[in-house]
């Protein structure tokens, strides 16, 4: 986003929650300590995040085409999920048009900084409004008729009015969704009709995620994968426990199997994971390690349902899970971000390298597994699946998937 209107845009809320932001920071602080004194306690110990017992789920929760629509409404249309990154529209007029759930979007960056996210259709008779992927323009017009919109979605003249007749102004404006937008990254509630308080929802994981600043840094691109059912995908993200079997010669040589530490905010999650050399940070006082992430300790955060970000010392991926077009499949954007701008080609040559070894590590190791799981669960000969005392983080996820699916809101809520 541009650097004027990105401070314009974020003046006052930073100024509202100034009164805040100290406990924030120390909770913060007190929270990445206590999660790597602890991976450090189960390195010594062999131990690792316990669960209080084993979990069985139906294997039907995973190819279920009714399961799979509940969740769709009450979970991917009900609450606010990721639908794009900051500095794909970095600057007044940007765009960018994704379609998740076969609702089309267009999402666009206002004069003041501000993003709208609409939906991607002309209000006179149901046409796809653009079909670019992305651009800069401050007008829409529709390629059947020729209606045209502002970027804000406002009608701005019918074709011909004389001969159409009248349309009250604001009447005929593109479907608009309620969206937020903070730390780089922008969410929105597919239902135009919804009240849901996106802030309120991301919470204390938008606190943390917003304390980084990657709103500011560099976009490096993105890598679309497909992989399966988006519970089959979300699980892999959960838990370490499967590095030595399924990452030999990638994740595992630098980090722990099967040794993690969790922590929750809501349905959201953060998984940490033990480096090899974790041990080194024995030589700090336990209440400086939060100084420490990527050198001894890594963290996954996890927005629920479709949110997971790695911050790595030599990038950062963004995971965008859009379930579909059925329970079987699901589209990943891995989004790649670095705090620096590069300063030469060879500084761009690399963060592309890194990038596409990431895809190829989740495309090739992580999906390419999932999938076969998933063949596996279509066979329908498998009752349940079950998850350990160590995939702690896994149970809460799926208790959380069963609590909004029902849609019970006086049941209580799950705890970690």
């Known amino acids: 986003m541009n650097t004027e209107l990105k401070t314009e845009h974020l003046k006052s809320s930073l100024e509202s929650s100034l009164d805040r932001t100290q406990p924030l920071v120390e909770a913060r602080k007190k929270q990445y300590s206590r999660m790597a004194e602890r991976l450090i306690d189960h390195v ?76 991607n259709v002309c209000t006179h008779r149901g046409m796809t409004l653009t ?34 007749g009248n349309v009250c102004p604001g009447e005929r404006d593109l479907v608009q969704f309620r969206c937020h937008e903070e730390g780089g990254l922008i969410f929105a509630v597919l239902d135009p009709d919804s009240d849901v308080d996106i802030r309120g929802y991301l919470g204390h994981m938008m606190d943390d995620v917003a304390a980084k600043g ?18 089959v995908a979300y699980d892999g993200y959960l838990e370490g426990y499967h590095f030595k079997a399924a990452h030999p010669e990638t994740i595992e040589p630098r980090t722990f199997s099967n040794v993690m530490e969790y ?14 050399d974790i041990m080194k940070l024995r030589e700090f006082d336990s209440q400086d390690l939060w100084q420490q992430e990527t050198q001894g300790y890594d963290f996954i955060r996890l927005f629920f349902p ?26 990943t954007v891995l989004h790649f971000l670095h705090p620096q701008e590069p300063q030469s080609d060879e500084d761009n040559t690399a963060r592309n390298e890194m990038a596409d070894w990431l895809r190829d590590v989740v495309q090739d190791e992580d999906y390419g597994l999932g999938l076969k799981i998933q063949q596996g669960l ?39």
């Not at 990657?214 to 519970?231: A, E, F, H, L, T």
């Not at 953060?270 to 090899?276: M, R, T, W």
């Not at 911050?311 to 991926?317: C, G, S, V």
């Open 44 to 119: 010594e110990l062999g131990t690792t995040d316990w669960a209080d017992d084993t979990m069985k789920i139906p294997s039907t929760e995973y190819t279920d085409e009714a399961q799979w629509q509940l969740e769709m409404e009450n979970i991917f249309k009900s609450l606010p999920i990721l639908v794009g990154i900051s500095q794909e529209i970095a600057n007044p007029g940007d765009f960018k048009t994704v379609e998740i759930l076969g609702i089309p979007l267009l999402i666009t960056r206002q004069k003041d900084g501000t993003s709208r996210v609409l939906m």
């Open 306 to 331: 479709n949110v997971s970000i790695f911050i790595a010392p030599e990038i950062t991926q963004i995971a965008q899970m859009i379930p579909g077009p059925g329970p079987l499949q699901n589209t």
């Open 214 to 231: 990657m709103d500011n840094w560099s976009y490096v691109g993105n890598r679309v994968i497909q992989g399966p059912n988006w519970k």
């Open 378 to 416: 279509e066979t329908g000969l498998m009752k349940d699946v079950m998850f350990g005392r160590n995939e702690r983080g896994n149970q809460y996820f799926h208790r959380w998937v069963k609590w909004y699916s029902d849609g019970d809101t006086d049941a209580p809520r799950p705890k970690l």
């Open 263 to 276: 922590d929750a905010h809501g349905p959201h999650m953060f998984v940490g994971f033990a480096s090899k």
């Open 131 to 164: 079909s670019a992927s992305n651009g800069n323009q401050r007008m829409f017009s529709c390629p059947y008729h020729g209606w045209t919109f502002k970027s804000d979605g406002s009608l701005r003249a019918v074709a011909d009015p004389v001969k159409f």
